[in-house]
């Protein structure tokens, strides 16, 4: 009798029938930007229409995730977050 048959024999769903064993470790990848990707959300902050979008419709636009995300590893880049770019670039 294998374990398939004894938890039928013991009515217990499959999806149920691992709860004892150890889980593999879940793995989060996020993909690392390329460094032009983030050069060309820095010029589109800064361009004519940086104002009429919101940072984080910028950064999803380049393949961000979200705006946490593309604030952080704009940051890492630039030394300042994707506002303060923003608004030392804004046309006077």
Known sequence: MGSEDIGDE?????HQRHVGRPRPPLL?????????T???CRRELAGPHGRSR??????RR????DAAHFSRVFKR???MT???????HRPR
């Open 10 to 14: 013991l009515r217990v769903r499959r």
């Open 54 to 59: 919101t940072i984080a419709v910028i950064g």
């Open 62 to 65: 380049w393949a961000f995730v």
């Open 38 to 40: 983030v050069a060309e």
């Open 77 to 79: 880049a630039y030394g």
């Open 28 to 36: 989060l990848t996020y993909t690392v930007p390329a460094p032009f």
């Open 82 to 88: 994707p506002r303060e770019w923003r608004d030392l």
